[in-house]
């Protein structure tokens, strides 16, 4: 398998950070470079070193960087995706520039060329017992007369490919009822509120912290033949965008959120507000080692009988309000 290397750019104070949101996201390595911590043990050496290579030295001076390895197919694209959704969320909250410039930077491949070789990789997938997700580029087979949800990722998150968006279909397949209203935070390519449409949903709403990724929803919804008069997209960060809160703010039947484990953990109030009573929220993203943490939380607001989808060490889990 080919991995691209993806460059993090923050500061010394957001390492740890930053780190546990990329544990969050499924990432399990790191390469830390920081000028701090390397000057800080030159000061600090023992007599053992009396030579440092000329290129170790230049750490000294280097802007302090997270490096991690992503596959080059469909699960990467997410995962960078990924990324990059939760740096922009980083970056609406880091008010005092305390965690650098949080830019991801792909080395030795320019970016267009890696977004069009995964594509290679992302194939029609059948998903619960009657989606089948194609990319637009591809042809299927569909003997089953599955209903079919078309999607092009472009640089947002959702293949399809990924557990954590497989798992949440699974749960709002058997959840939806005909006619529900839909709220798809974090929507990525807006797979789930999309699929969710397909499936009977009668409107539905998606938000995502990045312009790019409302826009490629509402693209979507067009591909699949859904009108913009029952699919609403908009993008900015409801947590700290009290305007954003209040224009989306309804009695929804059905929540979905594909984030991560925090932002899950800090969306929790936003989602008893806009969730009617009686109604079913549907979290995903979230490693398994964290499912309990944020089934607590959501509990602790008034959600109850959690149930948990889990599957290679992701968890989706459907509560109810």
């Given at each position: 398998?080919?991995?691209?290397?993806?460059?993090?750019?923050?500061?010394?104070?957001?390492?740890?950070i930053?780190?546990?949101?990329?544990?969050?996201?499924?990432?399990?390595?790191?390469?830390?470079?920081?000028?701090?911590?390397?000057?800080?043990?030159?000061?600090n050496?023992?007599?053992?070193?009396?030579?440092?290579?000329?290129?170790?030295?230049?750490?000294?001076?280097?802007?302090t960087c997270?490096?991690?390895?992503?596959?080059?197919?469909?699960?990467?694209?997410?995962?960078?995706?990924?990324?990059?959704?939760?740096?922009?969320?980083?970056?609406?909250?880091?008010?005092?520039?305390?965690?650098?410039?949080?830019?991801?930077?792909?080395?030795?491949?320019?970016?267009?060329?890696?977004?069009?070789?995964?594509?290679?990789?992302?194939?029609?997938?059948?998903?619960?017992?009657?989606?089948?997700?194609?990319?637009?580029?591809?042809?299927?087979?569909?003997?089953?007369?599955?209903?079919?949800?078309?999607?092009?990722?472009?640089?947002?998150?959702?293949?399809?490919?990924?557990?954590?968006?497989?798992?949440?279909?699974?749960?709002?397949?058997?959840s939806?009822?005909?006619?529900?209203?839909?709220?798809d935070?974090?929507?990525?390519?807006?797979?789930?509120?999309?699929?969710?449409?397909?499936?009977?949903?009668?409107?539905?709403?998606?938000?995502?912290?990045?312009?790019?990724?409302?826009?490629t929803?509402?693209?979507?919804?067009?591909?699949?033949?859904?009108?913009?008069?029952?699919?609403?997209?908009?993008?900015?960060?409801?947590?700290?965008?009290?305007?954003?809160?209040?224009?989306?703010?309804?009695?929804?039947?059905?929540?979905?959120?594909?984030?991560?484990?925090?932002?899950?953990?800090?969306?929790?109030?936003?989602?008893?507000?806009?969730?009617?009573?009686?109604?079913?929220?549907?979290?995903?993203?979230?490693?398994?080692?964290?499912?309990?943490?944020?089934?607590?939380?959501?509990?602790?607001?008034?959600?109850?009988?959690?149930?948990?989808?889990?599957?290679?060490?992701w968890?989706?889990?459907?509560?109810?309000?």
């Amino acid at each position: 398998m080919e991995w691209t290397e993806v460059n993090i750019y923050t500061t010394t104070e957001g390492i740890d950070i930053l780190c546990t949101r990329l544990m969050d996201i499924g990432i399990k390595g790191f390469v830390i470079r920081d000028a701090e911590d390397f000057n800080e043990f030159l000061e600090n050496k023992n007599g053992q070193w009396d030579y440092i290579d000329d290129d170790l030295m230049g750490l000294s001076e280097c802007e302090t960087c997270v490096t991690v390895y992503l596959p080059s197919n469909s699960q990467g694209a997410d995962m960078l995706s990924s990324i990059r959704s939760m740096l922009a969320e980083m970056k609406s909250g880091d008010t005092e520039d305390r965690y650098g410039r949080l830019e991801a930077e792909l080395s030795s491949i320019r970016e267009e060329d890696w977004a069009n070789n995964w594509k290679q990789y992302f194939k029609p997938i059948k998903v619960g017992e009657k989606l089948i997700i194609k990319p637009s580029w591809e042809e299927c087979d569909n003997e089953e007369g599955r209903t079919i949800l078309e999607i092009d990722p472009a640089s947002s998150f959702g293949t399809g490919q990924h557990h954590t968006t497989r798992l949440c279909l699974e749960l709002l397949e058997k959840s939806l009822k005909k006619g529900d209203k839909l709220l798809d935070m974090g929507c990525g390519s807006g797979i789930l509120s999309i699929g969710a449409m397909l499936l009977g949903a009668g409107n539905a709403v998606a938000v995502d912290i990045e312009q790019n990724a409302a826009e490629t929803a509402a693209e979507n919804a067009v591909k699949n033949h859904i009108s913009p008069d029952v699919y609403k997209t908009y993008y900015g960060n409801i947590i700290t965008d009290a305007g954003l809160a209040d224009k989306i703010a309804d009695e929804y039947d059905i929540i979905t959120a594909n984030i991560v484990a925090d932002v899950l953990i800090a969306m929790k109030d936003h989602f008893t507000r806009y969730l009617r009573p009686a109604g079913t929220l549907i979290v995903s993203g979230i490693i398994e080692e964290r499912m309990d943490e944020v089934i607590n939380a959501l509990m602790e607001v008034g959600f109850k009988d959690p149930e948990a989808n889990v599957k290679e060490g992701w968890a989706a889990v459907k509560l109810t309000k």
